[in-house]
């Protein structure tokens, strides 16, 4: 399985006929790749209006090239966001995996003229989850291809619990403590850690200024207050510093608080040695 951005426009009409069509008489590499294509590939479509929706092919390109000749088509299923997502969103939380010599999007941001381009695993995960498609939607898509159906919808709307998954999208879903990605089958797994801990007794926000992306080890650790961190990111407990996005603005008072619990389980194993 090998993952896409496809800037489609006439995502209308070809979302109609349920399929992915270019020209490829000529060299223009980002079209004559619709022929690598194949059944079974995820690919993430761009309209005018942004990060529409998610196509799954159902054939091979290079099997309907040779029955097409210089056109290429290829049927696929498409799965809708229900709302677009803006193209900018996009590549703020992507542009670390953008290609910087044949990219779907140019240096002013905007969608290349360009039709098909491969993109990495890391970038196709952060996209599933702002679409909040998951692999297994697309194993069984892929399985069940020849179900009569081939219209999907997905919600895509962001409500506050999903707030822990918008800090592990911006984050390529990284650890922010040892940056280390951990994969698993189902894809890249990070996990949303809150500060100061939701409810009773300490009732932290569910906000994004008191969440963190965390490894499962560096969540545990983080809260059991093995560890800390300062205001500047430095850590506490532990050698070097946090990475924190630029985009991420994370609430002092949450790390003022969590220093302190820190402070104090400090002290509590000081006064048990002695």
Not at 173 to 201: F, M, N, S, W
Request: with cysteine; proline share 4%; charged share 20%.
């Amino acid at each position: 399985m090998k993952f896409y951005w496809i800037n489609q426009a006439n995502f209308s009409k070809e979302y109609q006929q349920g399929i992915i069509q270019a020209s490829v008489d000529s060299r223009n590499h980002a079209r004559l790749r619709l022929l690598d294509i194949r059944k079974g590939d995820v690919i993430f479509s761009f309209s005018t209006q942004g990060f529409q929706a998610v196509l799954i092919a159902k054939e091979d390109g290079i099997q309907r090239h040779e029955i097409q000749g210089v056109s290429c088509v290829i049927t696929c299923d498409y799965y809708l966001l229900e709302m677009p997502i803006s193209t900018t969103v996009v590549v703020s939380a992507t542009s670390q995996y953008l290609d910087r010599l044949y990219s779907p999007i140019n240096s002013n941001g905007k969608r290349n003229n360009g039709y098909v381009f491969p993109i990495p695993l890391e970038m196709s995960q952060v996209l599933l989850d702002m679409s909040q498609c998951s692999f297994d939607i697309i194993r069984s898509s892929v399985e069940c291809s020849a179900a009569p159906r081939r219209l999907g919808s997905i919600n895509r709307l962001i409500r506050d619990s999903n707030l822990a998954k918008e800090v592990k999208v911006l984050y390529g879903h990284t650890c922010q403590v040892c940056r280390t990605p951990l994969i698993t089958p189902q894809g890249y797994y990070a996990e949303g850690a809150h500060i100061i801990p939701l409810g009773q007794p300490y009732n932290g926000a569910d906000v994004i200024g008191n969440i963190l992306c965390l490894c499962p080890n560096h969540h545990v650790l983080f809260d059991s207050f093995a560890f800390s961190i300062n205001d500047n990111g430095q850590l506490v407990g532990l050698e070097g510093n946090v990475f924190i996005h630029p985009n991420h603005q994370i609430s002092r008072k949450s790390f003022s608080w969590h220093r302190d619990q820190f402070g104090l389980i400090g002290l509590t194993l000081v006064k048990r040695r002695g």
